[in-house]
């Protein structure tokens, strides 16, 4: 039904990839083995955390704003007052000055 050296050759990349991965697990845990825990802590975890924090706070602080400058923009009283503002200004300007 399926070709067969394809799926030779299909099992022989499977089994490089699988072979890269162990070699590349390997080499992570020999490193990460000598690295002192410490190290990893203050030198990986905590900057990570706290630039994430970070983010979160700096947007959390611009939704804010935008939340604010959206109410004020849609603000539906306003928004009546100039439409017949608005209104009031064309026909004022449709009317013309009686000369005498």
């Given at each position: 039904m399926y070709d067969r050296k394809l799926l030779l050759s299909g099992k022989r990349s499977i089994q490089r990839l699988l072979l890269t991965c162990l070699a590349m697990g390997y080499s992570l845990t020999v490193f990460v083995r000598e690295l002192p825990g410490w190290f990893i802590f203050s030198g990986?975890?905590?900057?990570?955390?706290?630039?994430?924090?970070?983010?979160i706070a700096y947007f959390r602080m611009k939704?804010?704003?935008v939340n604010k400058?959206?109410?004020?923009?849609?603000?539906?009283t306003e928004a009546i007052l100039e439409y017949?503002?608005?209104c009031e200004k064309l026909k004022t300007s449709k009317r013309k000055p009686r000369s005498s």
């Open positions: 990986v975890f905590l900057p990570v955390t706290l630039l994430l924090l970070l983010l939704l804010k704003e400058e959206l109410s004020l923009a849609n603000n539906p017949y503002a608005k």
